[in-house]
């Protein structure tokens, strides 16, 4: 297999598991990421060295920022795909640290947008976030739906990105799909996140926040099916108005586009979730209740409909099993 896929955020949670599947399926992956310290680089490293014992794989560090260093690893790679999911990303970070989303996620996808142009790529995807539905109130979301009001910081940059895809993608006819992902958990996962802190916690006998009692539930998607959805959707290029065909009317008229929400598609509740949690760590949490966080938002659930009449999407892992899934890795990789 010769095709070449560039794939930014390669050492983050999601981009590792998506270079991995495209390297397993026998594509020729080039790596972009600035390793940054976000987080434990510590896992950043040790999901890059996995990725490394692949023959077809080969890496750049760099910051998205910088286009010299960007556009010499694309430009000698030469990919037909770039799939774009190295972000600033966490919605509570990005309240007191806005500058750094600013940075990351509109001036470096403008570059990765900018460069895609340049070299013709046949099709470009973004990871965008359920997060744009801000504060709508009809659930579960749908493509269509206005995405007008964000709260968060995080929110507005990602649906920043959006336009100026949706732009680019006019202009020059550039083939772009976005991706709405849900709430995204599981092996390898973001340490910044509620299910990776909560897990900690209870294994060091600490108490666990949560926010606004409780009272709130996402889509909490299985980082396989994300992967599944990202791998099919790859060879679906959109062209000028291909959504009418699948009988939907998020079309775009003007430009080869497609925003499309990829999630679980299943309500779970917050409290639902610690209590597999507790019951896969066998230890009971010792909960703090506490009123609802700023920038966050009560519910999210996905309407991935047009998803799947495109591609056959069909998401297969129940919370429980995703739960069970990421305790046994937790355990393993942290002893
Ligand atoms: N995980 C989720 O639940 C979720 C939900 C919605 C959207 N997303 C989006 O999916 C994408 C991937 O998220 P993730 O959960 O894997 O996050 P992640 O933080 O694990 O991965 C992002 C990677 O990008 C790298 N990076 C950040 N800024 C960079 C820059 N300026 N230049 C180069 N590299 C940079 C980081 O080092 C990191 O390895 C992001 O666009 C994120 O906004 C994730």
């Known amino acids: 297999m010769k095709i070449k896929i560039f794939i930014t955020g390669s050492s983050g949670f999601i981009g590792f598991h998506t270079a991995k599947k495209f390297l397993d399926k026998g594509y020729i992956v080039r790596g972009f990421d600035s390793m940054n310290n976000y987080y434990d680089v510590k896992l950043k490293k040790a999901r890059l060295n996995i990725l490394k014992k692949y023959k077809k794989f080969t890496f750049t560090k760099g910051n998205l ?12 790679f030469k990919p037909s795909i770039i799939i774009h999911l190295a972000a600033q990303a966490g919605v509570r970070y990005s309240i007191e640290n806005p500058e750094v989303y600013l940075n990351s996620n509109i001036f470096g996808t403008f570059n990765i947008i900018e460069l895609a142009r340049k070299i013709k790529v046949k099709h470009l995807i973004i990871g ?83 926010y606004n009692k409780g009272k709130m539930y996402r889509d909490y998607t299985y980082v ?43 309500k779970i509740y917050l409290m639902n979730f610690i209590n597999v949690l507790e019951k896969e760590l066998g230890i009971k949490a010792i909960k703090k209740y506490l009123p609802m966080q700023k920038g966050d938002v009560h519910s999210t659930l996905s309407d991935t409909n047009l998803l799947k009449r495109i591609t056959g999407y069909n998401p297969k892992t129940k919370y429980q099993t995703g739960i069970k899934k990421f305790v046994e890795w937790y355990q393993n990789y942290y002893g």
């Open 65 to 76: 920022e910088n286009k010299k260093i960007l556009s010499k690893s694309v430009f000698s």
């Open 128 to 210: 965008s976030s359920s997060s744009v539905y801000g504060a709508n109130k009809k659930l579960p979301f749908k493509e269509i739906d206005k995405t007008d009001h964000q709260i968060s910081f995080y929110a507005a940059t990602k649906k920043s990105t959006e336009c100026l895809a949706h732009t680019y993608s006019s202009l020059w006819k550039l083939p772009i799909t976005m991706l709405r992902f849900f709430t995204v958990y599981g092996p390898w996962g973001r340490p910044d996140m509620a299910y990776f802190k909560f897990t900690k916690k209870i294994l060091n006998k600490r108490k666990i926040d949560i």
């Open 224 to 266: 396989d099916d994300i992967v599944d959805g990202i791998f099919k959707v790859t060879n679906k290029i959109p062209k000028i108005n291909s959504n009418k065909k699948y009988k939907d009317d998020s079309l775009s008229h003007v430009a080869p586009f497609r925003v499309l929400n990829i999630g679980n598609t299943k």
